[in-house]
T-cell receptor, first 111, second 115 residues
Framework: DAKTTQPTSMDCAEGRAANLPCNHSTISGNEYVYWYRQIHSQGPQYIIHGLKNNETNEMASLIITEDRKSSTLILPHATLRDTAVYYCILEGLNRDDKIIFGKGTRLHILP | GAVVSQHPSWVICKSGTSVKIECRSLDFQATTMFWYRQFPKQSLMLMATSNEGSKATYEQGVEKDKFLINHASLTLSTLTVTSAHPEDSSFYIC???????????FGSGTQLSVL
């Protein structure tokens, strides 16, 4: 079973920041927080990951709470192409470990 | 960046026939690949972990004799759906960790429709 909980769906206006929350209260010390997204009828796409520090890349920012029990993915200036299902996943250090997807958040960017 | 190529993108077949789906890591070697299945409006469900040079590890409830996985080289894993039936119609996706082992890269998926 997935170890994260996310809202089922969210709306965000185009051009605004999209903030997607994720709860992972049972996260263990060696687990990273990963975010992927899946645009309709495509394979998932890696977005960002972090352990305990906040992270930023060209796609998004990841804010992890100090107790690591929750995190927020931030898309700073959402566009219509950001409409997708966003998955928050916990992954251990061993990349051969299987990855279990939860139901994710369906993000709709509104024009 | 790392690329995982999956082929074919879609396939339509008659009930009772077998279908092979290929997953290739194009610019990196993948000792492990993962196969997922996704039904409409549902999340990805892990089917099996493909290991180069050894037998695949199947998730509970996935029939290994029906979903044959072969990982004969460091860049290619194949999933064969044997004796396909309409209930096998689904979106199949493969993935592999990149060379840095930090990220999973996914194929573009294969939409299988069994008539």
């Amino acid at each position: 079973d997935a170890k994260t909980t996310q809202p089922t769906s969210m709306d965000c206006a185009e051009g605004r920041a999209a903030n997607l929350p994720c709860n992972h209260s049972t996260i263990s010390g060696n687990e990273y927080v990963y975010w992927y997204r899946q645009i309709h009828s495509q394979g998932p796409q890696y977005i960002i990951h972090g352990l305990k520090n906040n992270e930023t890349n060209e796609m998004a920012s990841l804010i992890i709470t100090e107790d690591r029990k929750s995190s927020t993915l931030i898309l700073p200036h959402a566009t219509l192409r950001d409409t997708a299902v966003y998955y928050c996943i916990l992954e251990g250090l061993n990349r051969d470990d299987k990855i279990i997807f939860g139901k994710g958040t369906r993000l709709h960017i509104l024009p | 960046g790392a690329v995982v190529s999956q082929h074919p993108s879609w396939v339509i077949c008659k009930s009772g026939t077998s279908v092979k789906i290929e997953c290739r890591s194009l610019d990196f070697q993948a000792t492990t690949m993962f196969w997922y299945r996704q039904f409409p409006k549902q999340s990805l469900m892990l089917m099996a972990t493909s290991n180069e040079g050894s037998k695949a590890t199947y998730e509970q409830g996935v029939e290994k004799d029906k979903f044959l996985i072969n990982h004969a080289s460091l860049t290619l894993s194949t999933l064969t759906v044997t004796s396909a039936h309409p209930e096998d119609s689904s979106f199949y996706i493969c993935s592999a960790p990149d060379a840095t082992n930090e990220k999973l890269f996914f194929g573009s998926g294969t939409q299988l429709s069994v008539l």
